[in-house]
């Protein structure tokens, strides 16, 4: 995913622009792995492969986001992990430790 998306993408839930882009595995303007999160409604974003997957909360992957997260979880910000929708991530990561 292009680094200067964030500038053009809004939050699936209620359409805040301006979502903060955690980057984990990125190179001068692409990022590969990271998170977009949406201070608004606490909602983060995956971006796996490149991919952002913004979609509604009943159309995610608890399982595949999981798993993507528990790779990353030493980069993810404490506030986005003790702070998160849909999915508490330090719920995430109690149960997988
Ligand atoms: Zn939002």
Redesign the pocket.
């Known amino acids: 995913m292009k680094k200067n998306l964030t500038t053009v993408l809004v939050?699936p839930?209620?359409?805040?622009s301006n979502l903060d882009l955690i980057e984990f595995e990125t190179n001068t303007s692409n990022v590969k792995s990271g998170l977009l999160y949406?201070i608004?409604?606490?909602?983060y974003y995956p971006i796996i492969n490149g991919i952002p997957i913004m979609v509604p909360d009943n159309q995610r992957n608890f399982i595949h986001e999981s798993n993507f997260l528990t790779q990353w979880i030493d980069k993810i910000p404490d506030n986005i992990k003790s702070n998160s929708m849909p999915f508490n991530i330090n719920e995430i990561n109690s149960e997988s430790s």
């Open positions: 939050c839930s209620d359409k805040h949406c608004k409604c606490i909602r």
